[in-house]
C-alpha cells in the first residue's frame, strides 16, 4: 500500500538544541500531518498542513514548533529549542484529500525523539 | 474527560476466537478510522468509516453516529492479529484532525 517514509527513526539530542524531523509523504498526497505519542499513551495531533500552510494546530504544537514543505520535498517538523517534553514518537501522515473517504491517513513508521 | 473512550484497554485472546473492540465518543464525530499498531510502531489504517459498517476479511467494522460509537470485530483471530488497536474520530472542521483513543493492546496466543 501507499507509505509515508520518515528519516531518521530515531534521534538523540541535548536540550536546548534544534532537530528536524522529515517526512516522505505519500507521493501524490495533499495534506501532511504530524501527531506525537507519549510512551505508553494515545497519538495526539499536533499539526495539519496543506497548500503551504498550516490549517489547524493543537495545544502542543507550541511557538517552538513549525512546519514546512519547501518545493515539494520533505514535510518537516522542526522543534527549537527542544525541551525535555518534546521526546516522544512522531508520526508523520497523509492523506489524498479531507472531508470523504479520500481523507483516510497513512501514517510513517514515527520519529522516536529523545530529549537529553 | 476522555474524548474517545476505548475498552477494553487489554485483550488476550485464543487463535480461533472472536472478540469486540469498542469506542465511545463524547466529541462531534464525523467519520471514524481504525487503526493496527504493530510492537516495532507503525500505523496501519484498517478502515475508514461514515456511519454505517464495513468489511474486510476477518474484520469488520461499525460506526453508529446517532449513538455516538464504534466497534471493531476480530473474527477467527489469528496471531498476527496482535498488538494495539486505535480508534480515531475526526471531527467536523473539514481539516481530518483526528482524536484518538488510548487503544485496545490485543494479544492472540496458540
Known amino acids: 500500500g501507499p507509505k509515508v517514509l520518515q528519516i531518521p527513526s530515531h534521534q538523540i539530542i541535548d536540550m536546548g538544541q534544534m532537530v528536524t524531523l522529515n517526512c516522505d509523504p505519500v507521493s501524490n498526497h495533499l495534506y501532511f500531518y504530524w501527531y506525537k505519542q507519549i510512551l505508553g499513551q494515545q497519538m495526539e495531533f499536533l499539526v495539519n498542513?496543506?497548500?503551504?500552510?498550516?490549517?489547524?494546530k493543537s495545544k502542543l504544537f507550541k511557538d517552538q514548533f513549525s512546519v514546512e514543505r519547501p518545493d515539494g520535498s520533505y514535510f518537516t517538523l522542526k522543534i527549537q529549542p527542544t525541551a525535555l517534553e518534546d521526546s516522544a514518537v512522531y508520526f508523520c501522515a497523509s492523506s489524498l484529500a479531507a472531508g470523504d473517504s479520500q481523507n483516510t491517513l497513512y501514517f510513517g513508521a514515527g520519529t522516536r525523539l529523545s530529549v537529553l | 474527560g476522555d474524548q474517545v473512550k476505548q475498552s477494553p484497554s487489554a485483550l488476550s485472546l485464543q487463535e480461533g476466537t472472536n472478540s469486540a473492540l469498542r469506542c465511545n465518543f463524547s466529541?462531534?464525530?464525523?467519520?471514524v478510522q481504525w487503526f493496527l499498531q504493530n510492537p516495532r510502531g507503525s500505523l496501519m489504517n484498517l478502515f475508514y468509516l461514515v456511519p454505517g459498517t464495513k468489511e474486510n476479511g476477518r474484520l469488520k467494522s461499525t460506526f453508529n453516529s446517532k449513538e455516538s460509537y464504534s466497534t471493531l470485530h476480530i473474527r477467527d483471530a489469528q496471531l498476527e492479529d496482535s498488538g494495539t488497536y486505535f480508534c480515531a474520530a475526526e471531527d467536523d472542521s473539514g481539516y481530518n484532525k483526528l482524536t484518538f483513543g488510548k487503544g485496545t493492546v490485543l494479544l492472540v496466543s496458540p
Open positions: 466529541i462531534a464525530t464525523t467519520t
Open positions: 498542513f496543506y497548500n503551504g500552510k498550516v490549517m489547524e
